[in-house]
Antibody
Framework: EVQVLESGGGLVQPGGSLRLSCAAS????????MTWVRQAPGKGLECIST????????YYADSVKGRFTISRDNSKNTLYLQMNSLRADDTAVYYC?????????????WGQGTLVTVSS | DIQMTQSPSSLSASVGDRVTITCRAS??????LNWYQQKPGKAPKLLIY???SLQSGVPSRFSGSGSGTDFTLTISSLQPEDFATYYC?????????FGQGTKVEIK
């Protein structure tokens, strides 16, 4: 059974840092691109960062570019998101999502999400 | 970035109704269009990919159509478990942008 499980969320002050993790199981992690998607309270979905299967290429939304860093450890089947210089508008539920094998770049499995709250 | 616009933003319907949600892309995206369902407090769930392909395990009352810039999600006979928010997403070009969502509520 495919599972992705996020952790690391919590309350952080503006300007602070947080590292999210996403543990994957039930599939060959090293064969799939992975993406972090966030959802601010009561709002829609935003893809903020993607990393290719090998980790050799990354993408960032303008809203997080220069502040967030995506990485992965294929030996540990784990995806990471290092978040620095956090702002109030980064408050959201953060989901990790697996690219499907269909080739159509959709997300076929999602974690349950981890809440990040940026507040003083 | 490619902008995705859904309509309506919300709708009220009864069990058994036929429901249609539309999604328009700001530029052509071929059939790189996906639909997700999200229930409160839960992660989104993939329903339809490549505009009209049903994801494994998704009931056949869900269907999708369209190409280019205009797309439709149809629920042929609304069931109690279908009350949720639905999002379209383009995967033609990064960033993979979502529509703003359509909330389907009970009439």
């Amino acid at each position: 059974e495919v599972q992705v499980l996020e952790s690391g969320g919590g309350l952080v002050q503006p300007g602070g840092s947080l590292r999210l993790s996403c543990a994957a199981s039930g599939f060959t992690f090293s064969s799939y691109a992975m993406t972090w998607v966030r959802q601010a309270p009561g709002k829609g979905l935003e893809c903020i960062s993607t990393i290719t299967d090998s980790g050799g290429s990354t993408y960032y939304a303008d809203s997080v570019k220069g502040r967030f860093t995506i990485s992965r450890d294929n030996s540990k089947n784990t995806l990471y998101l290092q978040m620095n210089s956090l702002r109030a508008d980064d408050t959201a539920v953060y989901y990790c999502a697996k690219d499907s094998s269909s080739g159509w770049r959709n997300f076929d499995y999602w974690g349950q999400g981890t809440l990040v709250t940026v507040s003083s | 970035d490619i902008q995705m616009t859904q309509s309506p933003s919300s709708l009220s319907a009864s069990v058994g109704d036929r429901v249609t949600i539309t999604c328009r892309a700001s530029q052509t995206i071929s059939i790189y269009l996906n639909w997700y369902q999200q229930k409160p407090g839960k992660a989104p769930k993939l329903l339809i990919y490549a505009a009209s392909s049903l994801q494994s395990g998704v009931p056949s009352r869900f269907s999708g159509s369209g190409s280019g810039t205009d797309f439709t999600l149809t629920i042929s006979s609304l069931q109690p478990e279908d009350f949720a928010t639905y999002y379209c997403q383009q995967s033609f070009r990064s960033p993979r942008t979502f529509g703003q969502g359509t909330k389907v509520e009970i009439k």
